[in-house]
């Protein structure tokens, strides 16, 4: 979570303000690098005033890596908020909130029947998978759902009280695809230690595993890495003893949390860490039916190839990363915002790679499939923003996609 950090001394380079915050928070080198896609020899040379000028791009990661929500204090001279190049949260969010928040819910009417809730999660999920604008749509089905869910978890009692507190877990869940990436971290950690609680009390391993999964997410998306190691390996022990009778919705729970691993591990620069958890996680999918694709983790055979992608950019493996965005690009997966992330990915492989026309392509094919998945990714800003002050001849498209993603160029 952004966190508001005392300014270092007026006089400080831009580098020696860079070095400040990174000690403040406890960072080496290897791992600042790998959260803003540069080497550890980049950081050093910005830190030692070796790069002068650096560009917009940067600094944005710069300050998203290191929690910092004003840029100028990484550059110094008046305010330069960070959201101003991101723009605003997504219109429901008010709506949403506000359903999370809410304290007193109304017992006077009978709570909705749990099957019924169920299939209206189920449908929820359908929805976001099929739709390019899959925000507003969550945002629509998210309050009273949230609601409903409330209700039903506070007016069951017995089996059908966990069953509904393991629905309750579900729909934040959910709710944590629609708050990620939005101006809104305390929300955000709201939903993620309500599910947990959710999902402990249900006493249902899916449920629980679910909650892991996206425990493990936002604690490594704000750049704690122990936390979220520790976190992934605490819920592969506590669901150990269900996998022999495992569900197929179970062990494809399982093997996400194998692959969250394996991505925590190569954002903290553990390549070979990484690399062995991914092909545990692979091994897992090969043994999933073919076609069989868990609507909340995406986990399945055909993700496996998108992984492999993202785990090579993380690791900071040009050419691996390269060679994987080849092979998994026009990937057919299930899923209009899931397939949006993807091509993401392949875009900063492409980034990776130096070949900026390529990325820029994926991104705007990213945009074509999933516009509200590419609108709140800080990574496919950052390279707009790059690819605009770049080679002439892709400035102009850079631009008209960074224009229909709301940015200021």
């Known amino acids: 979570m952004h966190g508001d950090t005392p300014d270092p001394a007026p006089e400080l380079t831009v580098g020696q303000r860079v070095q400040y915050y990174r000690r403040k928070r406890g960072m080496s080198r290897e791992v600042l690098a790998g959260l803003v896609g540069k ?45 101003m190049f991101r723009g605003p949260g997504h219109a429901a969010l008010p709506d949403v909130r506000d359903a999370i928040n809410a304290v007193a ?25 099929a739709a390019p604008d899959h925000r507003t749509v969550l945002g629509a089905l998210l309050p009273e759902l949230i609601r409903d869910a409330k209700h039903a978890a506070r007016a069951y009692e017995g089996d059908d009280r966990r069953r509904a507190l393991a629905l309750l877990a579900g729909v934040y869940n959910l709710t ?26 249900s006493d249902d391993p899916r449920a629980f595993a679910g909650a892991v999964w996206l425990a493990a997410q936002a604690h490594r998306d704000a750049g704690d890495f122990d936390a979220a190691e520790a976190i992934n390996r605490e819920g592969l022990e506590l669901l150990r003893p269900h996998m022999l009778t495992a569900t197929t919705d179970l062990r494809a729970l399982w093997g996400a949390l194998h692959h969250e691993a394996a991505y ?17 996680a692979d091994a897992i999918a090969r043994r999933l039916p073919s076609g069989f694709y868990e609507p909340m983790t995406s986990f399945s055979r055909v993700i496996m190839g998108a992984h492999a992608v993202t785990i090579a950019v993380e690791a900071r493996q040009g050419g691996e990363a390269r060679k994987q965005a080849v092979r998994s690009a026009n990937t057919a997966i299930p899923s209009q915002p899931r397939r949006g992330r993807h091509l993401i990915e392949v875009a900063r492989a492409w980034q990776l790679a130096g070949n900026l026309d390529a990325a820029l392509g994926a991104l705007t094919r990213a945009y074509v499939a999933a516009p509200e998945t590419i609108r709140y990714n800080g990574f496919a800003k950052r390279i707009v923003l790059e690819v605009a002050e770049g080679p002439e001849n892709l400035r102009q498209d850079a631009r008209n996609l960074a224009d229909r993603l709301g940015m200021l160029v």
Do not use: C
Request: glycine share 6%; charged share 20%.
């Open 105 to 129: 819910v109304s017992m006077t009417d009978p709570p909705p029947p749990l099957p019924h809730l169920e299939a209206r999660l189920a449908a929820a999920w359908q929805a976001r998978h």
């Open 264 to 280: 925590t591990a190569a954002r903290a620069g553990q390549r070979g860490t990484a690399w062995r958890w991914w092909e545990q």
């Open 39 to 83: 080497s550890a020899r980049w950081v050093k040379a910005v830190e030692r005033g070796e790069i002068q000028n650096t560009k917009l791009p940067a600094l944005l990661a710069l300050a998203d890596a290191l929690k910092v929500r004003d840029v100028s204090k990484l550059t110094g001279g008046p305010p330069l908020p960070a959201g």
């Open 176 to 201: 944590q695809f629609y708050v990620a990436y939005q101006p809104s971290p305390d929300l955000l950690w709201r939903v993620v230690e309500r599910s947990i609680m959710a999902a402990e009390e």
